[in-house]
Antibody, heavy 117, light 107 residues
């Protein structure tokens, strides 16, 4: 069965960077886009972008250009998202997710990033 | 960006009631619309894809429909396990955009 296992919660300082991971299993990692979504406490969901691990192609929400960098390691079936120049506005839960047919059918459990000095 | 205007933002419903959530798209998105349920501290769960298709394992009391630029999720005969927050997502254009969410509580 498809599983997406994300890395654990992070407490990071303002101005720093953080890299969170999403390890995929149960399917051919290189054949599907991996999407990343942001959810701030009490707020809705924002789509950050996707990466196609097969060739490394990416597509970003312009709002996250310069903030998020998506990469993937085919050898470990793991997708990564690095967030840079962190501020309190980046404190959120971040999800990785994969489409199946016409919807995001598979989700990681979420990674809480807290930006605080 | 395509705006997905979701209504209502919250509602209290009685067990056994019928309930409808709507997302209105600011531009044409065809049937590239899906619905999600999210429980507290959990990841969203896909309920409906391509506007009208029930995801495997989702109870048949859930259904999706479309009328022009309005997309609806209907729950027939609400059960206690249906509480949570519901979101729509359009994936016709970039950036993908979500509706603002509907919090469904029991009355």
């Amino acid at each position: 069965q498809v599983q997406l296992q994300q890395s654990g919660a992070e407490l990071v300082k303002p101005g720093s960077s953080v890299k969170i991971s999403c390890k995929a299993s149960g399917y051919t990692f290189t054949s599907y886009d991996m999407h990343w979504i942001k959810q701030q406490p009490g707020n809705g969901l924002e789509w950050i972008g996707w990466i196609y691990p097969g060739n490394g192609n990416t597509k970003y929400n312009q709002k996250f250009n310069g903030k998020a960098t998506l990469t993937a390691d085919k050898s470990s079936s793991t997708a990564y998202m690095q967030l840079s120049s962190l501020t309190s506005e980046d404190s959120a839960v971040y999800f990785c997710a994969r489409f199946n047919y016409g919807g995001l059918a598979y989700w990681g459990q979420g990674t809480l990033v807290t930006v605080s000095s | 960006d395509i705006q997905m205007t979701q209504s209502p933002s919250s509602i209290s419903v009685s067990l056994g009631d019928r309930f409808t959530i709507t997302c209105r798209a600011s531009q044409d998105i065809g049937n590239y619309l899906s619905w999600y349920q999210q429980k507290p501290e959990k990841s969203p769960k896909l309920m409906i894809y391509r506007a009208t298709n029930l995801e495997d394992g989702v109870p048949s009391r859930f259904s999706g429909s479309r009328s022009g630029s309005d997309y609806s999720l209907t729950i027939n005969s609400l059960e206690s396990e249906d509480t949570g927050i519901y979101f729509c997502l359009q994936h016709k254009q970039y950036p993908r955009t979500f509706g603002g969410g509907t919090k469904l509580e029991l009355k």
